[in-house]
């Protein structure tokens, strides 16, 4: 890229905007890949020029993997056989050499900053300390959701506008000198003229810009993102990052002006190397050391699935569940967590049958609970639903929280407040770390819609339109949403007495990123309802008719029942029992006992990774109290591990995968190839797997390799900022990204996509996607393989193109019962690397 | 019976110590033991506690209680007793601080597992149980000094925690200087009160009413100077005007250690040393009539600042520290046991308040949701406008609170500082070894020369030089180790300057310089150390050396507080001492000496923090970006 020689204030803004992170306000808080403004380049190439522009570390440290490499979390035989792909085998030993021995210069020298590091170094001021502690708190002020007693006067009013109306007729000034106080109150303000003042030099505008954005790049970016999509916030603000680069620019200037006079001279006017500032976003070049690390990291993910794949290719015959004799169905979401839980459901029951499918389960609208003001989302982020679903005859009055209330900071009421409230709240904190139980300051994903309310899922007329949303679906919108669903996932005979679509959510006290532990698929919700409206839409004796004409035959002793599992608290709670018919209601009695119990085992299995929890070897239900405890404990920063370790995603038929233990890093997506001979529904089924799992598997990935910079650093200094964002304490930069709590144990691998078809099929498919939802695939943001169904070949996705892949020969273990494994499974002490990696069991053959 | 009281209360004075000596040796990896140990430690302390309190309440019968446990120095005019005392206030103290920090520190034990410094967090925990506990017991001035100035080191520690970060570093060097303030007022005080009484004063001896009334009547001045000193300390200490700006600033650590410290123990002791000094300075109305307008300014300015926080931690400090302005208000008023009621009310509820802060997202978006009126804006203009924007203009920028230690204080200092950069290390080298002979001549000539000068006006002139060498050393950003001998230096001629006391004698300068130049050497090979490893000490900004020589940087630390006169070495008893040998009517000499006692604090603690901590210079690593 050439320097620009004039500055287009329309093109650096809007570039600018694709580069600032992209993460909504906490409420809606939705996994992303950190690095999507780099997703037109390869992985690799996108880490390193990340790396170089901005100083994210985008790897592990060399001694990391060399540490790794020790310790047998990198392989020697993979790391061999990538290096001689790559490099030839004669060179094979020299590489490895450097790999292992060779001192690099491993610093990072990012390119940002540089221009404006100058302030520093030759006017010898602290301009961010000067400005940013002020433009912090009027930003916060200004945006803020609800914390402040005082609202930001004239907030109704656009950013700048609000300020210039404040400043215009307030009789103290924000600023310390006249200068920018009349420039703003003036209201000619441009960007590029006060760019004249603070820098002078056109050709260096962009860079300043870049520079100045990214010392705080929390606050630009939800700025960013919020000018972008001001519906996000439920008390909506009128914001854009212009308006925020005129009001720094001027702080800046007046910080100037406070510490000079207006006698100062523009940077450039000083800069004795100006033409050695290179262009920020010039190409990045590759190095050796940026080879070894490349190196080093692929090894490091193929130690893994070179085992993943052996396991799927090298097992025994398949075995179908085709009994006419299923003791249930039940669908569940793609999300991993879910996946594990079905594995110990098929323990429990080997008679019963388990899917996968996204969470919102097909069928996308916003909810109303009764009493709500607003709507809430829930389906993936990219789509924009057409239809409410309203809650209603909840018969529950929500409970406050008095010790929480905003009065407690007024003077007098405070002053009565504390010396009454104060003192229960002595108690209640001492119940609270003695007997912790549900409270009203917790998010809880039972209550996001209560078991007893009633829905409005069917539209009988399609004038009953709220706020330009249908009420309800149609008939025929609730048949297709259905036979997607079930076409989708393979299961169109065979039904069993009862089909469970369960939801997931998660439970959580003093967890600001509570919905990054709810259902991705729901928009960071609770899925209970989307699983309640798919049963209701089962259920439907009109809606069975239509499938029953397009070839589904559900029998009308079939009934679905919607459920809802907490992630956090291994617990189910399942809708409109009553409406089970007396046979169903008995069968529905046994099956709670079987689930129960997975949920059991499944909490002991997750208790192994809780090190608070110091023995798991127990009865499966008293392990399981002690994770459910976590959800209520205001001290537990970990009350689940949410995608944590998450690896291999597999598209295709339970069949697959049931054999074999992936130690709760896998996602499946139920799939049947027989069912879909042109890979219609493969397409459908290919829809989340990029923007949901890959967005979540590349959030951890980065969040993990630099907390600090794309993560959001520990959580237990947290503070809440305007409702929208967290800040590491008092005051400072918003912090996106996943706190330290929630990566810590996690192994940064890409995903690896494993998809059951004909590989011309897939091929086909994978072309048609989308192009922002294909790049993933053809960048190597995520391993991409195809298991031919019949042969199990396997081929891998490389630059558009199919290849035939071997794993190299391995030999997979084979365990009675997953139980012992996790008992006596190593129990991380540290967060290293390699510690945390050796606590990962490897993949064995449960059969 | 007697005899039972005290000495269940002699261990409960040792009992944190015991537990903070002890957490020292724990190994850093194992959590468990650290975390039993200070829950052990807190839970004794608490049975102890109630177990006290329940035998001073129905055996005791509400009588207070003072004994001195031992004399740590003692010579013809000068006495530094440890000192302890038990009443009311000491029993509510007791019960809100043993029963918070056992709370707390269960709460830790799980919030804080797999931080890195799990170890350091209990540790510096335990000390602020020690320091809590010296002093709300203390029984007299000097011994609540010790536990006080401990407190600073503790903020400083944890406020501080995230040493890798840029603003808590930044955050906790701001507090310790305005804590080292507040210090400084009560080494003031205890100065004063020495030359009032010529005789250490325990706090029982204050309820003598006609006592105290008479040696008031006499030495009016000095009574309202010493009653300032206190007062300026407990405004430090609980955040009220003009030193409120801090309190949100210590929002930096883990959030149960900001509950307890900022939102109810520490903020609290500015209260406790006003009733524990109340029958003092109740007979002084102008004092009394300050503290009352100090609560009132705060209260006031302090609600309106909470009232435009849109950060939850801030908004709470800030309302927290506008009821402790009502506190004071009710203080002086003379309304004890309403102020220990509402403290106590307000300690707890701020402390659940900051405990259960994170889940405001949840709880405060779902009232949203539910419960969400249109916010009418209403523009306002005219006089009204003017005025309303103006106030809100303010109290976002806190009415310049936060710049006021800066203005006030640091910027002058600075300014003197940088007119002294021409003492170069050459020049300063010849001018100190000159100068120093000077002196040592003119102390062994002592004799011939005119007793003004001798008594008046050299002490006064060596103690004035050696401050310039603090303030060159405070602004000194090059030189690490010429920063640190300046330090040295300038005790070298304090104890040159006391020397032409008659008082002063042999053991007692041993004692004073003993402690420093073991420190001050201790502290120069690090540097050096740090220097062969590093290359010259370029502390402009922050290095962050301690990511890579935690070990070094606790040497270092260590050497920092034994300069600074804290109580690890015997040098602390020196600076107490120092200050008894100026006269009363040598007021220039003594602000010298806190003028320096404050900027040695401060220098030392910057060169630590800039030295070791903040973000790491090495860039090979995750390094935090300098606004978080």
Known sequence: MDIETSFDEHRVLHDLKHYLPAQAPLKDFIHHNTLHAFQNLKFH??????????????????????????????????????????????????????????????????????????????????????????????????????????????????????????????????????????????????????????????????????????????????????????????????????????????????????????????????????????????????????????????????????????????????????????????????????????????????????????????????????????????????????????????????????????????????????????????????????????????????????????????????????????????????????????????????????????????????????????????????????????????????????????????????????????????????????????????????????????????????????????????????????????????????????????????????????????????????????????????????????????????????????????????????????????????????????????????????????????????????????????????????????????????????????????????????????????????????????????????????? | MDLMFASLLQYMVYLPLVGFTLSLFMPASRERPIAWLSIATAGIYLVCAILLIAYWLFLWDFHSYQFTVLTLYESHDYRFDISFYFDKVTAIFLFLGAFLSFLVTIYCQNYLHRDSGYKRFFNALLLFYVSYNIVIFAGNLETLFLGWEILGICSFLLVGFYRERFLPVKNALKIFTVFRIADMGLLFAIWLNHHLWHRNITFSELLDSEMVWAQLQEHTTIGIMISLMILLAAAVKSAQIPFTAWIPRAMEAPTPSSAIFYGSLASHLGVFLLLRTYPFWEHLPFIVALVALIGLATSIVATLISYVQSSIKTQIAYSSAAQIGLIFIEVAFGLYDLALIHLTGNAFLRTYQILVAPSVVTYLIREQFFKFVPHQHVGKYGAIGKLKYALYILAVKEFYLDSFVYVVLWNPMKWVGRKLDGISENSAFSFIITSSSIGVICILGREYLPAVLTTAILPTFFAFVGLLMVLRSFTERKNAQFSWMLIVVYHLWVALAVTFYEEANFIELAIYLGGILLSGFVGNATLNQMRIREGRLDWNDYQGHVYQYPGLALIFFLSCLGLMLFPITPSFLGVDLVFTYIRVEQTDFAIILALSYILVGLSLVRMYARIFLGPHIKTNHEIPPRSS
């Open chain 1, 45 to 847: 190439d996108a880490c390193r020029t990340a790396t170089k522009l901005w100083g994210y570390k985008t790897k592990l440290r060399l001694d990391e993997y060399r540490a790794l490499y020790e310790s047998g979390g990198i392989r020697k035989d993979v790391l061999r056989n990538i290096v001689s792909e790559r490099k030839g085998q004669d060179k094979v030993d020299e590489f490895i050499n450097k790999l292992i021995n060779y001192d690099y210069d491993t610093f990072v020298y990012p390119r940002i900053g540089v221009l404006r590091a100058n302030w520093e170094s030759i006017y010898r001021i602290d301009l961010d300390q000067l400005t940013q502690p002020l433009l912090f708190r009027i930003l916060c002020n200004y945006l803020d959701q609800g914390i402040s007693l005082w609202a930001f006067p004239i907030g109704n009013q656009g950013f700048l506008a609000a300020l210039r109306t404040m400043e215009k007729e307030s009789a103290v000034s924000l600023f310390k000198k006249p200068r920018a106080h009349k420039m703003l109150v003036s209201g000619d303000l441009s960007i590029s003229a006060l760019l004249r003042i603070l820098v002078g030099d056109e050709t260096l505008y962009e860079q300043y810009l870049y520079d100045q954005q990214f010392s705080h790049q929390g606050w630009s970016g939800i700025v960013s993102v919020i000018e972008d999509q001001p519906n996000l916030l439920l008390n909506r603000k009128e914001i854009t990052l212009h308006d925020l680069i005129i009001f720094e620019l001027l702080l800046e200037i007046d910080a100037l002006d406070a510490q000079f006079g207006e006698i100062w001279a523009p940077m450039t006017t000083k800069l004795a190397d100006r033409p050695k500032l290179k262009s920020l976003l010039a190409d990045v070049p590759r190095t050796e050391l940026d080879e070894v690390l490349e190196t080093w990291h692929d090894a490091f993910e193929w130690s893994y699935y070179n085992s993943v794949l052996t396991a799927l290719q090298k097992q025994p015959e398949l075995e179908e569940n085709s009994s006419a004799n299923k003791s249930f169905q039940a669908w569940f979401c793609i999300d991993d967590r879910e996946t594990s839980l079905r594995r110990h459901l098929e323990k429990a029951d080997p008679e019963c049958e388990t899917f996968s499918t996204a969470g919102f389960f097909g069928v996308e609208f916003y909810f109303q609970p009764e009493h709500g003001k607003f709507y809430a989302k829930h389906c993936p982020a990219p789509v924009t639903p057409k239809y409410l679903i309203k809650e209603t005859e909840t018969h529950h009055a929500r409970k406050d929280e008095p010790m929480l209330s905003k009065l407690s900071h007024t003077l007098f009421r405070g002053w009565l407040i504390s010396q009454t409230l104060g003192f229960a709240s002595a108690l209640k904190l001492l119940s609270n770390i003695f007997r912790p139980t549900a409270s009203p300051a917790m998010a809880y994903s039972f209550g996001h819609m209560y078991q007893l309310s009633s829905l409005t899922i069917e539209n009988k007329d399609t004038g009953d339109v709220e706020n330009g949303l249908q009420i309800g679906y149609t008939l025929e919108e609730m048949a297709s949403r259905l036979e997607n669903v079930l076409r989708m996932g393979g299961l169109v005979d065979h039904f069993a007495p009862i089909v469970y679509m369960f939801g997931h959510g998660a439970s959580s006290i003093n967890n600001p990123h509570y919905t990054a532990y709810d259902c991705g698929a729901c928009s960071g919700r609770p899925g209970s309802v989307n699983a309640r409206v798919i049963s209701h839409i089962g259920n439907h004796p009109e809606v069975r008719r239509i499938l029953r004409t397009n070839g589904i035959n559900i029998p009308d002793s079939t009934q679905f029942v919607g459920a809802l599992h907490d992630t956090t608290r291994d617990e189910a709670l399942y809708f409109d029992e009553e409406a089970l018919s007396p046979d169903n209601l008995e069968r529905h009695r046994k099956n709670v006992v079987t689930i129960t119990k997975a949920l059991d085992t499944h909490a002991k299995e997750r208790a192994r990774r809780f090190l608070t929890i110091p023995n798991i070897k127990r009865k499966p239900e008293q392990v399981h109290a002690d994770v459910r405890q976590r959800s209520v404990e205001l001290f537990e920063p970990r009350p689940e591990l949410n995608h944590s370790t998450i690896a291999p995603c597999v598209v295709g038929r339970r069949a697959l995968t049931k054999n074999i233990f992936f130690d709760r890093r896998i996602t499946l997506t139920s799939y049947d190839y027989r069912t879909d001979p042109e890979g219609n529904y493969l397409f459908m089924a290919m829809g989340p797997i990029a923007p949901v799992m890959a967005g979540i598997n590349l959030e951890y990935f980065f969040s993990r390799m630099d907390n600090y910079r794309m993560g959001a650093g520990t959580k237990l200094p947290y503070n809440i900022m305007g409702l929208i964002g967290v800040a590491n304490g008092s005051d400072g930069d918003l912090r996106p990204g996943l706190p330290s709590q929630m990566i810590e144990v996690h192994d940064p691998v890409r995903l690896l996509v494993v998809i059951e078809h004909y590989p011309e099929i897939v091929l086909k498919v994978l072309k048609k996607l989308p192009p922002a939802n294909y790049e993933h695939y053809l960048n190597e943001w995520m391993w991409t393989l195809v298991i031919h169904p019949e042969t199990r070949e396997l081929l891998m996705f490389k630059n558009g193109e199919l290849v035939p892949f071997k794993p190299i020969p391995e030999n997979i273990e084979k365990i009675p019962d997953w139980e012992p494994i996790v008992e006596s499974a190593f129990r991380a002490p540290t967060t290293q690397i390699v510690d945390t990696t050796r606590e990962n069991l490897p993949v064995f053959f449960t059969k």
